[in-house]
């Protein structure tokens, strides 16, 4: 049994958020890394391949540590060619990087580090004649197009391990559903896997060579489809793939012995010493004299006890003892498996239990049902937010004892069938994301010299109310950060960053936290952005890139500024208001500006789509709210956007936007009047806030061929009239929709409310004849 200590690094899953562009102009697109990965130990030349990549390329930014970048040299507008340095104890796995240009920073592509020597796939392959002879212990990187199938030839010895994967959905370019089929030298097939879930819908296998000879793989799309985007890494060799690792986890600084299950070589152990910290991904890559794993399992590592399945376990009497708050973990062994837990809790006690299976790479659908200590059912559930694995809060009704039933929903089992279930107590916490511009796109924010940015941060709470203000900590140097404490009753908050006009260029990595403002209690913040890669039908996240901290870049200066001539009045319920929005121009900037509200407050709407024009200094933005506007003071952000070689990106400093109750309320009639007569319309009036001086009161709605003209109110006022002049050819019928507007000027401002409602009804005169008629 090896032993080693593995230092826990950031997850493949959950690491930096690179959420920025570094210069004036628009950003490098990053469309594909010729050859996507390395073997490590060795020097590798790298030809990163997109619009704008060599527009003065300047450094390769990684996710993770480990990678040295040799050289960078541009070749054209959109490539860079760089050498890059991968030690012979790096990991293996994917490696996130972008390139940053004087263009900007590019998006996320993930470079994938190999344990064995590279080669290219050479066509033609496409039938097992004409397969391309391979080393066997090699990595074969090659494309799938359409209706392609590739072949490769290898050696292997009798008794000697074949083990092979293949990295295709997990190079993030496009949705490509690798199948692998492994034949003898007679062309029967050996051994075939279309997905295994520890690799999403990537394949592997691994089987012992039965006899000495030519063995051939056959590569191609589970469905016959391709493209140039389907592109794959083709491991082929001896190294160990065990298809699960057992325990799937442990407690933290803990030096546990893991079992590998479903390798060829047969049941092997080795020990792994936990970080200690808490992770939900803490990523282990199996290695032994045969090599290394090309990718690894993920184990959970929690601060809570931890409890093992004892066997036998499949009945409620049989149950295995643990603790709650807990962690239990075990394996379906075979078919009709069930596995049950015992837990004590107390009556209302409220416990989280989170079932993880497919999120560890098992196979198994996971149920989990809750019982009493009679074997009543108490809840259950099978999939978690259409994810199959389960969840299940639980409020213990009474002091005692409980169990947790464990089973695949299909009956099936074996012993890679792994589990992990959690049981922990109600938390403070709270999830934070940036909101995205563009759908599907990781939001992108950059700080210009002397400016600002700004950015909606959204907040999902688990446990906490009140107010919470959120920390950000390590921002680059000159760069600073505004925001207010997230109000208990709403979700988002808008962050503005500022940068000082010496900051220096670049970037830095920023942490969030929380915690309350009542009493300055730290509460768990867990913050995401999510970067899409491959989607598939209906635009299911297939595969993904998860950031757990932004970095926050610094550019060169904006070529203009923006700001918001801070409202002197409010904006009442039913009512409109004008924002002003003042350009500072640096020399030479004629350009039209883009500006439009960050984001619109609870029941207010704004136009987004308004321009400081060409050669122009300010634009008006109309804001309205309704009638369930929430009130209250909001910090507001308007965002600008022009193009001056390149795109520019800015915010206004903060402003206050008061939302206000109406004023007054008008209680509106419902009269009728012929063609050609004068009406009288009386409206009462409710006064409910005090304002100085007159009003003016407007009847909109009226039908065509009824005029009336504005009428003044005071706060003293409790009706007004309006004299209805109605035209002989006035439109007849009944008119709905009518309302008052009513303009009241406070610190110079308008504030202008919609009020009240009634209606009118016109109707044609009736004739003499008819009149004489109903009178005899």
């Known amino acids: 049994m090896s032993s ?56 390769v930014l990684w ?223 199996p290695f032994n004299d045969r090599g290394m794993a ?54 209302g006690q409220v416990l989280h239990l989170r079932l993880h299976a497919r999120r560890i790479g098992s196979p198994a659908d996971a149920v989990l049902r809750i019982q009493n200590s009679d074997g009543r059912n108490l809840a259950g559930n099978d999939d978690d937010r259409g994810y199959p694995d389960s969840y ?82 390590n921002l680059p140097p000159g760069v600073s950060v505004e925001l207010h404490p997230l109000a208990g009753n709403y979700n988002r908050i808008p962050v503005m960053l500022s940068a000082s006009d010496d900051a220096p260029l670049g970037q830095g990595l920023s942490t969030l936290s929380a915690h309350r403002t009542e009493d300055d209690a730290p509460v768990k913040a867990n913050f995401t952005n999510r970067n899409w890669m491959v989607r598939g039908q209906n635009n299911v996240d297939m595969w993904n890139y998860i950031g757990s901290r932004a970095v926050i870049a610094v550019t060169e200066k904006a070529p203009y500024s923006i700001r918001i001539e801070d409202p002197k009045a409010p904006l009442v319920q039913r009512g409109t208001k004008n924002l002003k929005i003042v350009a500072e121009r640096a020399e030479g900037f004629t350009g039209a500006i883009l500006v439009r509200m960050l984001y619109n407050p609870p029941g207010v709407s704004a136009n987004a789509s308004l321009r400081i024009k060409e050669n122009e200094n300010e634009a008006t933005i109309p804001v309205t709210a309704n009638d369930k506007a929430q009130l209250g003071d909001w910090k507001i952000l308007v965002r600008g956007q022009a193009e001056s070689q390149g795109t520019w990106v800015t915010v206004t400093p903060f402003s206050t936007l008061k939302i206000a109750e109406p004023y007054v309320a008008m209680e509106l009639p419902r009269p009728n009047v012929e063609q050609g007569n004068k009406l009288t319309f009386p409206i009462k009036i409710e006064q409910r806030t005090p304002f100085e001086g007159e009003a003016k009161v407007e009847l909109i709605g009226l039908p065509s061929g009824v005029t009336t003209t504005p009428r003044s109110i005071t706060k003293e006022m409790s009706e007004v009239v309006f004299d209805l002049e109605v035209a002989a050819d006035a439109r007849p019928g009944q008119h709905r929709g009518l309302f008052c507007r009513v303009t009241v000027i406070e610190n110079g401002e308008p504030v202008v409310h919609s009020v009240g409602y009634g209606e009118l009804r016109v109707d044609k005169p009736v004739e003499p004849h008819l009149t004489a008629q109903s009178s005899k």
């Not at 295995?320 to 107390?346: H, N, W």
């Not at 069938?417 to 950059?446: G, H, I, M, N, S």
Request: aromatic residues 8%; glycine residues 8%; proline residues 6%.
């Open 294 to 347: 090309p990718s690894p399992h993920t184990l959970r590592v929690v601060d809570i006890p931890v409890c093992s399945e004892v066997e036998p376990n499949n009945k409620v009497k049989q149950a295995t003892t643990g603790e709650a708050p807990g962690a239990f973990y075990g394996v379906l062994g075979e078919a009709g498996d069930i596995d049950y837990f015992r837990f004590a809790a107390k009556k």
């Open 4 to 59: 080693v200590n593995i230092r826990l690094a950031l997850s493949t899953l959950c690491v930096n958020c690179l959420v920025t562009t570094i210069s004036p102009a628009a950003a490098p697109q990053l469309g594909q890394l010729v050859p996507q990965g390395g073997q490590r130990g060795t020097e590798v030349e790298v030809s990163l391949r997109g619009a704008r990549l060599g527009l003065d390329p300047k450094e």
């Open 63 to 285: 996710h993770e540590t480990g990678i040295d970048v040799k050289s960078i040299e541009r070749v054209d507008d959109n490539q860079t060619k760089v050498t890059l340095a991968v030690p012979d104890t790096l990991a293996t796995g994917r490696y996130a990087m972008r390139l940053r240009t004087a263009t900007g920073i590019s998006n996320v592509m993930t470079f994938h580090v190999g344990d064995l020597p590279e080669l290219q796939e050479v066509e033609p392959n496409s039938n097992p004649l004409a397969a391309q002879a391979i080393e066997f212990g090699s990595v074969v990187n090659g494309v799938v197009r359409n209706e392609d199938v590739d072949f490769f030839t290898f050696e292997a010895a009798a008794g000697e391990v074949i083990a092979v994967e293949v990295d295709g959905l997990r190079l993030g370019r496009t949705f490509f559903d690798p199948v692998i089929t492994l034949l003898d030298d007679a062309g029967q097939q050996i051994a075939k896997c279309d997905d295994w879930p520890l690799m999403r819908q990537d394949a592997c296998l691994t089987v012992v060579a039965p006899k000495d000879g030519k063995y051939t793989l056959e590569l191609r799309e589970s469905a016959y489809r391709g493209n140039d985007a389907a592109t794959y890494r083709l491991h082929v060799g001896k190294f160990p793939r065990p298809l699960a690792v057992y325990p799937p986890g442990g407690r933290v600084g803990e030096t546990i012995v893991l079992n590998w299950l479903g390798d060829a070589a047969g049941e092997t152990t080795q020990e792994v010493t936990l970080p200690s910290e808490p992770t939900n991904e803490f990523n282990y890559s």
């Open 392 to 473: 299940i809060r639980f409020q213990a009704p009474d002091d005692g004892e409980y169990v947790a039933e464990v089973q695949d929903r299909l009956r099936r089992g074996d012993e890679t069938f792994t589990y992990w279930l959690e049981a922990r107590p109600d938390e403070a916490a709270v999830d934070l994301e940036f909101e995205e511009q563009q759908r599907y796109v990781a939001k992108l924010l950059d700080v210009p010299r002397g400016n600002r940015n700004g950015v909606m941060l959204r907040a999902t709470r688990r446990n906490t109310g009140g107010e919470l203000l959120i920390d950000w900590a």
